[in-house]
């Protein structure tokens, strides 16, 4: 089996080459835990060189296996992996990265994505972010956004010192831009199966018909975009608004950085949640998706999240 991964990555390397031209030198692979791959194998196309800096582009290759393994056709593969790295192209990330430069071009586009503090520390170590137990809530920019994929960078220490701001002030206008980019939603599981269109349902405002679940199966939490949608339980007033429609505190169980679940604290135990959490990750959370295994809780009165779970044994 490893030996036809490595020839898999052996291929794309040589079809990326034959595709687009990118001399072999600038397609690199890296296995999961080095400083660009975190949390899988990574082949790092570097397409575009300047003075201060390189575009790159990075392919989770043990996905692109899985699938090659499941029936993709390779030029299928091959197909998507420049169709990819045209679009990347076009979109002038570079030239659009110049704004940073200059807050007030900047700030609008500011938003908050979260990320895993220990799987990520290495990436993390000149970012802008703030921790809560072992998740990392990161400063990114939004460069470009093409047929519902955003391009994204992290904003680095360096440019709060050149913008002169506060990191609190720069991520209060980040939260506030993440929830009007994209905004809560309550998404029932049984309308995801059987509605295609299904949207989620509002439930920040007054008028909203969305009631929520004090049952012990719990309420899925997003956004609109739902891509990197756990993140609405710490956008402004949402936390707050949840505590008031359950009439309680609240346990979160982060099963992706897709989606939270949001269970009245009353009816469930931190350690039952803890356990179906952990199976959860196991069966159905790609490794790249992954955010924390343990639980948290919000409590209505101290309007404080605190990690209420030691983490798993691994």
Not at 19 to 37: M, V
Not at 139 to 161: A, D, F, H, N, P
Request: net charge negative; with cysteine.
């Amino acid at each position: 089996m490893q030996k036809d991964y490595e020839v898999f990555v052996e291929k794309l390397e040589a079809g990326i080459y034959e595709a687009t031209g990118i001399p072999r030198e600038n397609i690199h692979f890296e296995k999961e835990g080095g400083k660009y791959a975190p949390v899988g194998d990574r082949l790092l196309v570097k397409f575009a060189e300047h003075e201060d800096a390189w575009e790159v582009c990075g392919l989770y290759t043990q996905e692109l296996f899985k699938a090659y393994q499941e029936g993709s056709p390779m030029e299928e593969i091959m197909k998507e992996i420049t169709d990819d790295l045209e679009r990347v192209r076009k979109a002038k990330i570079y030239e659009k990265t110049k704004v940073l430069k200059d807050y007030e071009k900047t700030k609008k586009r500011l938003f908050i994505r979260l990320l895993n503090a220990d799987k990520y520390a290495e990436d993390l170590k000149d970012a802008v972010y703030k921790t809560l137990g072992d998740i990392a809530l990161v400063l990114y920019m939004k460069v470009t956004e093409y047929q519902g994929c955003v391009t994204s960078t992290k904003i680095r220490q360096g440019m709060l010192e050149q913008w002169k701001k506060d990191s609190d002030e720069v991520f209060k206008e980040a939260l506030l831009n993440t929830y009007f980019m994209s905004p809560p939603r309550i998404y029932r599981w049984e309308q995801m199966i059987f509605n295609p269109e299904y949207e989620g349902e509002s439930f920040m405002n007054v008028g909203d018909n969305s009631k929520l679940t004090k049952e012990a199966m719990g309420n899925c939490l997003s956004t609109t975009k739902k891509t990197n949608g756990a993140v609405a339980v710490f956008l402004p007033g949402v936390a707050q608004r949840l505590a008031y429609l359950l009439d309680s505190d609240f346990y979160m169980v982060f099963t992706s950085v897709h989606e939270v679940m949001i269970h009245n604290d009353r009816n469930v135990e931190p350690a039952d949640l803890q356990c179906v959490l952990a199976d959860t990750i196991k069966e159905a959370t790609p490794k790249e998706d992954y955010l924390t295994s343990r639980i948290y809780q919000y409590n209505r009165e101290s309007h404080k999240f605190i990690c209420v779970t030691p983490p798993d044994e691994e």
